[in-house]
Each structure stands twice: as C-alpha cells, then as structure tokens.
C-alpha cells in the first residue's frame, strides 16, 4: 500500500497481542503504525494486514521513523512484557516524541509503576496512560474490553478509537475513562482476581460432577452448554463446554484427562491478594482460588501424600455416594451462582476501598457494563450487578442487594448441600467453601469476635468496646482469673 501523509496512532510491541489489536484498529478504519524491537515481528504483522483485508498498516525497524509517520498529537500504544521492557520501551520511543505528545500502555502493569511513569514523562511535556486490556487473542483482535486510566486528556485524543475498537454490546462500546492515575490497570488487576476466582469455582463444579457424580466428559460437555444457556451465561462456562468435547489428538479419549494437573500464572491474581490485604477488605474467594493454583503446583508432592494416606485408608474419594445425578447436577448449578455473587462482591469492595484511599471516584456500574463484552469474565451476569449499581451506587455489598440477596437466599440449600457433599467425600472445594463461610459471616448480627477481642485485651491490654455503654475499656482479666481459682 502507498504510505499515507501519516497515520492516525501508532502501536509498539508485536507479540500476538500487539498483532491483533493493532489489525482492529487498521480495521476500524484508523491507518497504524507499527513497531518492533526484533523487526521480523513488523513484517509478519504487515503480511497478515494485506491477508486480513488489505489493511491500512504501515511497519516500520526504527524508533525514530515510526513515531515520525505518527500524525501529532502523537499517540503510541505500547504492549510489551510488564516491568522493566515497558521502560525500556518509554525511553527509546521519547527520544523522537515531542511535547503533547501521549504514551499508552496497554500491558498488565502494577498500577504503582504507571503512577510512577506518568509523573516522569509529564516532566518532559508527554500524556500517559495505563490501559487494561481484556479478551486475549480473540478479543484483541475482535474487540476487548479496555480500561484506560491516567491522563483525561490523553484519553480524549483516542476517544474516537477505543469506542470503535472495543467489543460492541447492548449498553455500547465495552470502554469507559477508569480515572485518574493507575486506576485503569488496578482495575483489570481485579478483573483478573475476579477471573480467578470465577475459574476455581467452575474447577470445583467439575470436580464434583465428576468425582461424585461419575459425569463422563460427553455428559460434562452437554451440562455445561445448558448451563451456558441460563443465568451463568458467560465466556468461561462456554469455553468449558467447549474444552469437554475435544477428543486427544495424540492418543485416545478427551484432550482435557491428559492435561497436567498443574495451573500456571502471572502474577495478578497474587496482587489482587495483597492488595486485599493491604486494603483490610475480604476476599476469601479470590485468596482460596490463589492457594489452589499454589498446591496445584506441588504435583510430585500430592503423588507421594496420596500413597501414604492411601495406605493408611484413606483414598481418592472417601464415601462411594450413590447420587441422583439430575439432583446433583442443578444443585452444583445453584451453588456455583452464589459462590460467584460472592466473588465479584468481593472485587467490587476491593475497587471501592482503592477508590476511596486513591480519591479515584470509580464508577462500580460503570466497570459491570464494559465487562459485559470482550473480557474474560464477560457474563449475563455483569447486567445484574449493572444494574444492582444503578438501583444504589453506595451499596455496601452487592449480596444485601434486594435482588442478589433473594437469588441467594434461593441457592442456599442447595450450596449447603453441594459444600457437605464434598467434604464427605473428601474433595476439597475450597472456593465454594469460602464464598460459603464468607456469606454466613456477612450476615450474622452477632460473631465470635467479643472473645478474640477479649483474649487480646488480656494478654495486650487492646482495650475492648462494649455493646452496652460507650467508650473503650481495659480489664485485669489475669487478676480476676487468678482470684477466682483461689
């Protein structure tokens, strides 16, 4: 193609992210510039613009000619590894940038370092943002969600874009302006938390269809397409309806038994966990989903504990139950539901409890409706904590939401009866007990922490408060204690 006057923005980091997102854009009518540190990645991304429709995208090996065929105000996505490239990356493209000019990164970035670059490079006149981008491979190229935070005004220079760019659903375009400073890659942080507790739930559905339901693969796969069809609705459950029909193209039976029982990650879910902790917010299902990925990985260790306990009676499933499959089957349903009320409830207070220390002013309903498309952790669902929002943006849970709580208050039994069934049979659901044990605290008047508080006093002198009259109060609990014995 003849290069244009010059392009419209400019993308720098060609892995298969970059690629797709950078063929969206061309597709959506937007001419882009592309760049790469090693330059074949440049030639295959142009090849694959002229197979994918002849798209305005112009490659380029040097920093300095690729940000000069930008159109000013220049702006520049980058999506490079997270830490030190991004740096790297920052310093090489600001060699040729000007002032007004803007610098997006659309990595998984810890919100702290784009606070940090965003201060550094408005020292030399340029706009920074920090873009979080969900959907993967699929997404990128068809339309993700994006949450883009930092500069409100560099921001409106790609307005017109992302909203094109970005999946289209029922509400619109799945991208809003997070707010200010890291808040758009602290808030995909969350969506990867939420997501990782949204998949070790779903892990825990099959795990108790299958080991005490004896569901096979055929019929897993049938379960989770109707499922897919009611109020779980998502891309996750779909993708695991998918996953359960694919047959092993190595040897016999279904390609999802002779994957190793080791999960990887990346390290946001980890974040997600610390933040909770820095934050004083609970999020048991989000930290459960975390410690299972961790013991996921001590295979050759789970090998060997299963011999000693097997020798000492205790097998892979304790109580052989014979179930009503259909039973079983709608009550995991139910159960899976309202684990997952208390997981996304978890994400939100976490973004609130930033939002609040931060002074970000985040949107709650506003970060349910762009995740209704595009992401990972698209869902039917989001239209109901959307909405939950849209009733009361103070809510101070989304499980006292009239409608929530009443969903809940109808799976209850049912969640009960699916956590029971697994410790009595040995299989550890450690995120459906967790939401579960979060659920029953929440909404108990009256917990045993009187006596943690009255332990503390006695050995550290913490001072208590009392229900009955105002103020706080020590007592000598050791003397009393000891007068008493006498």
Known sequence: MAEPKLTRIG????????????????????????????????????????????LPVYGFHDPES??????????????????????????TLSAYLEKGDCIIDGGNEWYEN?????????????????????????GARNGPSLMPGGSFEAYKYIEDIVLKVAAQVDSGPCVTYIGKGGSGNFVKMIHNGIEYGDMQLIGEAYDVLKSVGKLSNEELHSVFSEWNKGELLSFLIEITADIFGIKDDKGDGYLVDKVLDKTGMKGTGKWTVQQAAELSVAAPTIASSLDARFLSGLK????????????????????????????????????????????????????????IEKGWDLKLGEL???????????AVFLDRIKKAYDRNPELASLLVDPEFAKEIIDRQSAWRRVV????????????????????????????????VQAQRDYFGAHTYERTDV?????TEWFKLAKQSKI
């Open 11 to 54: 993308l720098a980091g060609l892995a298969v992210m970059g690629q797709n997102l950078a063929l969206n854009i061309a597709e959506k009518g937007f001419p882009i510039s592309v760049y790469n540190r090693t330059t074949s990645k440049v030639d295959e991304t142009v090849e694959r613009a002229k197979k994918e429709g002849n």
């Open 66 to 91: 690729f940000v000069h065929s930008i159109q000013k105000p220049r702006v520049i996505i980058m999506l490079v590894k997270a830490g030190a490239p991004v740096d790297q990356t920052i310093q």
């Open 114 to 138: 784009t606070e940090r670059r965003e201060k550094a490079v408005s020292e030399l006149g340029l706009l920074y943002l920090g873009m979080g981008v969900s959907g993967g491979e699929e």
């Open 300 to 355: 050759e260790e789970r090998v060997e504990a299963a011999k000693i306990f097997k020798s000492g009676g205790i097998g892979d499933i304790l109580i052989d139950q014979s179930v009503d499959k259909q039973k079983l089957i709608n009550d995991v349903r139910q159960a899976l539901y309202a684990a997952k009320i208390c997981s996304y409830a978890q994400g939100m207070n976490l973004i609130r409890a930033k939002s």
């Open 368 to 378: 349910a409706r762009i995740w209704k498309g595009g992401c990972i952790i698209r």
């Open 420 to 451: 029971c069934l697994a410790i009595n049979s040995g299989i550890s659901t450690p995120g459906m007990s967790s939401s579960l044990a979060y659920f029953d605290t929440y909404r108990r008047e009256r917990l045993p922490a009187n006596l």
């Open 470 to 474: 105002e103020g706080s109060f020590h």
